[in-house]
C-alpha cells in the first residue's frame, strides 16, 4: 500500500541553524501539506501546495518557513533560522485528486537546543 | 479562527467495552475526517464523511456526519488493547480546501 515517507525521523539542531525536512509523497497525488504538532498538542495546519505554488499557509507559516518540491518526488519543508519553540513533530501529508482524505507520513520529530 | 472540540478529553475503558467520542465546533463544516495516532507516529486516517447524516464503518469503528454539520461522532464496539492511542477529528468548512484538527480523545484500554 502506497504510503507517505519521511526524513529524517529525528532532527537535533541549534538555534539559529537551517534545517530541511523532506517528505515523499504518495505517488499520484497531487497536493501536499504540511503541519506541526508540539509535544502533547494538537495537529497545527502549516502550509498547503498544490501546482507548484502554496495554496494557504497558516499563521505560523511565516518568513522563517519555506516549501519547495524540487523533483517529482521530494517536497521539502525548510526552517531558516530555527528557534527553540520550534521544537514539535512535522508531519507531511498528501492527497489526490479524487477526495478530501488527507494521508500523513510518520513524522520528523525537531529538536531545537 | 475555527476550532473544533473533542470529548472527552481522556477516556478509561475496559477491553470488550464499546466507546462514543464526540466532534463538535461552532461553524458548519462540509467534511469530517477522523484519525487515530499512536505516540510517536503521524495520524492514521480511519473515516472520512462527506455528507450530513451519514454513517460511515471501518471494521468495529462507526462514525457519523451530524445532522447539523457542525459535529461528528466515531464510536468502537468490542474495544481491545491496540485501540489505545489519540482520536482526533478534523473539519473541512465551504470555503478552503484545508482541515483544522480537534484536540483529541486520549483512550486507553485497560485488560
Known amino acids: 500500500e502506497p504510503e507517505v515517507t519521511q526524513t529524517p525521523s529525528h532532527q537535533v539542531t541549534q538555534m539559529g541553524q537551517e534545517v530541511i525536512l523532506r517528505c515523499v509523497p504518495i505517488?499520484?497525488?497531487?497536493?501536499f501539506y504540511w503541519y506541526r504538532q508540539i509535544l502533547g498538542q494538537k495537529v497545527e495546519f502549516l502550509v498547503s501546495?498544490?501546482?507548484?505554488?502554496?495554496?494557504?499557509k497558516s499563521e505560523i507559516f511565516d518568513d522563517q518557513f519555506s516549501v519547495e518540491r524540487p523533483d517529482g518526488s521530494n517536497f521539502t519543508l525548510k526552517i531558516r533560522s530555527t528557534k527553540l519553540e520550534d521544537s514539535a513533530m512535522y508531519f507531511c501529508?498528501?492527497?489526490?485528486?479524487?477526495?478530501?482524505?488527507?494521508?500523513f507520513g510518520p513524522g520528523t520529530r525537531l529538536t531545537v537546543t | 479562527g475555527q476550532q473544533l472540540n473533542q470529548s472527552p478529553q481522556s477516556m478509561f475503558i475496559q477491553e470488550g467495552e464499546d466507546v462514543s467520542m464526540n466532534c463538535t465546533s461552532s461553524s458548519i463544516f462540509n467534511t469530517w475526517l477522523w484519525y487515530k495516532q499512536d505516540p510517536g507516529e503521524g495520524p492514521v486516517l480511519l473515516i472520512a464523511l462527506y455528507k450530513a447524516g451519514e454513517l460511515t464503518s471501518n471494521g468495529r469503528l462507526t462514525a457519523q456526519f451530524g445532522i447539523t454539520r457542525k459535529d461528528s461522532f466515531l464510536n468502537i464496539s468490542a474495544s481491545i488493547p491496540s485501540d489505545v492511542g489519540i482520536y482526533f477529528c478534523a473539519g473541512r468548512d465551504n470555503y478552503g480546501q484545508n482541515f483544522v484538527f480537534g484536540p483529541g480523545t486520549r483512550l486507553s484500554v485497560l485488560p
Open positions: 501529508a498528501s492527497k489526490g485528486t479524487a477526495s478530501y482524505e488527507q494521508y
Open positions: 505517488s499520484n497525488h497531487l497536493y
Open positions: 501546495f498544490y501546482n507548484n505554488e502554496i495554496s494557504e
